[in-house]
C-alpha cells in the first residue's frame, strides 16, 4: 500500500526557514510528477511547487525565488526549501506525487510561520 508521509513542518518566526520532506516515492512505480501543495484555513488547496522527473520546476508566484523543491532519487524523497518564510505561508502542506493514472497524497504537514 502507497503512503506518502510528509514532515518538517512546525513553527517559524517571519523571515525564517525549514525544510519540508516528503517519504513513501519508492513504492510508487511511473512517477511523471512530484509536488507540494498546501491549504490554509478557509482556503482551497493550491500549488505551491513541482518537479517532474525530468527536472522541470514550476513554483506559484507567491513562492518564487523563496522555496525551492528537490528530489533525492537516492532517498526516494522530494523536498521543499522554505525561505524568506512570510505568515501568508501558513498552512497544511501537502506532498503529491502523479503517474499517467493516479494522484497519490500524503496526509499533510503543518506549517505555521508567525509575524
Known amino acids: 500500500q502507497v503512503q506518502l508521509v510528509e514532515s518538517g513542518g512546525g513553527l517559524v518566526q517571519a523571515g525564517g526557514s525549514l525544510r519540508l520532506s516528503c517519504a513513501g516515492l519508492?513504492?510508487?512505480?511511473?512517477?511523471?510528477?512530484m509536488g507540494w501543495y498546501r491549504q490554509a484555513p478557509g482556503k482551497q488547496r493550491e500549488l505551491v511547487a513541482t518537479?517532474?522527473?525530468?527536472?522541470?520546476?514550476t513554483y506559484a508566484d507567491s513562492v518564487k525565488g523563496r522555496f525551492t523543491i528537490s528530489r533525492d532519487t537516492a532517498k526516494n524523497t522530494v523536498s521543499l526549501q522554505m525561505n524568506s518564510a512570510k505568515p501568508e505561508d501558513t498552512a497544511v502542506y501537502y506532498c503529491r506525487v502523479s503517474t499517467a493514472s493516479y494522484w497519490y497524497w500524503g496526509r499533510g504537514t503543518q506549517v505555521t510561520v508567525s509575524s
Open positions: 518537479v517532474t522527473t525530468g527536472g522541470r520546476t
Open positions: 519508492g513504492s510508487i512505480f511511473g512517477i511523471n510528477e
